[in-house]
């Protein structure tokens, strides 16, 4: 059986519950993909190179689903957001405190 593909989209600042949250989902069947994995070299935000961004399309294109990890997210998640609404592809929004994306119309409207 094949494994699920999943693209975890959420903050790096919530890199930690991101991990946390992909523990309980059985490693038989999800494949995840994080892209705050992806090395940077401790590059500033504006110098890393388009390969990064390459890198997630890619995975997103792989994936079978995307989870939003709404609490603290960002741009790139909106973003992120937006690219699975727009290729039909599932997306889940995963919150536990934070009810920013409530007040964000194309966040809500991409779940």
């Known amino acids: 059986m094949n494994k699920i593909k999943v693209y975890f989209s959420g903050s790096v600042i919530n890199s930690i519950q991101n991990e946390q949250i992909i523990q309980k989902f059985p490693k038989d069947k999800f494949d995840f993909f994080l892209p705050h994995t992806i090395p940077i070299d401790n590059r500033p935000h504006n110098e890393i190179s388009r390969d990064v961004f390459e890198k997630c399309l890619q995975k ?52």
């Open 60 to 111: 997103m294109e792989e994936s079978d689903i995307g989870i939003l990890n709404l609490d603290s997210f960002g741009k790139d998640s909106s973003w992120e957001a937006g690219w699975y609404h727009a290729h039909n592809k599932p997306i889940i929004g995963y919150i536990s405190s934070d009810l920013t994306f409530l007040d964000d119309w194309m966040v809500k409207g991409s779940l």
